[in-house]
Structure formats: structure tokens, C-alpha cells
């Protein structure tokens, strides 16, 4: 059973930070590539970032900027820096492992990231 556990999550003012963990003991976890995606309300699920195994990223052309991933592999970890938040960045966040048609196959619960003064 693989299985993926996102935390960080929480209510932060406009402009603050946030990071996000993404944790997992599973072994494709570390050799695989992992997206973060997030979902808001009454929208669609939509990719934020994606890293390679070796560390390699790409973004979502609306997400480059303020948002970063990055690994720890001999942690298990993926991480992804929230800054200057916003809002509209209100969402469940998760985490998911990424085949080699870059689809998600295994996902977190999710962690809840609010963005209100």
C-alpha cells in the first residue's frame, strides 16, 4: 500500500507563507516524479509543480513565481514553499505520484490551505 501524507496546511493572512510537506516511505516515491496539484471550491484540480527523481522542476505557467518544490529523498519528503499568498490560493492541496505520462497515481488526503485576514 503507497501511500502519501501532505501537512503544513493551515489559515495564513494575504501575504504570508506557508510550506507544505509531502511524506512517504513507499520506494516509487523517491524514484518517481511528484506533482503537487490543489483544488478550490466548485473548481477543477490543477497542477502547480512537478519534480523529477533527480530533482529536475517545471511549473504551471500561472504558478511560477511564488510558489517552489523541491525534494528530500533520503526524507521521503516533497516540499512546496507558498509565498506571498493570496486569497484566490485558498484550496485543498495534494500531492500525488507521477507516472511516465506525468498522471497522477497515487494521491495524499490533501491539506487545507486558507488565505484570510
Known amino acids: 500500500q503507497v501511500q502519501l501524507v501532505e501537512s503544513g496546511g493551515g489559515l495564513v493572512q494575504p501575504g504570508g507563507s506557508l510550506r507544505l510537506s509531502c511524506a512517504s516511505s513507499?520506494?516509487?516515491?523517491?524514484?518517481?516524479?511528484v506533482g503537487w496539484y490543489r483544488q478550490a471550491p466548485g473548481k477543477q484540480r490543477e497542477l502547480i509543480a512537478s519534480?523529477?527523481?533527480?530533482?529536475?522542476?517545471n511549473y504551471a505557467d500561472s504558478m511560477k513565481g511564488r510558489f517552489t518544490i523541491s525534494r528530500d529523498n533520503d526524507k521521503g519528503t516533497v516540499y512546496l514553499q507558498l509565498n506571498s499568498l493570496k486569497p484566490e490560493d485558498t484550496a485543498v492541496y495534494y500531492c500525488?505520484?507521477?507516472?511516465?505520462?506525468?498522471?497522477?497515481?497515487?494521491w495524499g488526503q490533501g491539506t487545507q490551505v486558507t488565505v484570510s485576514s
Open positions: 500525488t505520484i507521477l507516472n511516465r505520462l506525468g498522471l497522477g497515481t497515487y
Open positions: 519534480i523529477t527523481a533527480g530533482g529536475s522542476t
Open positions: 513507499a520506494s516509487i516515491f523517491s524514484s518517481n516524479a
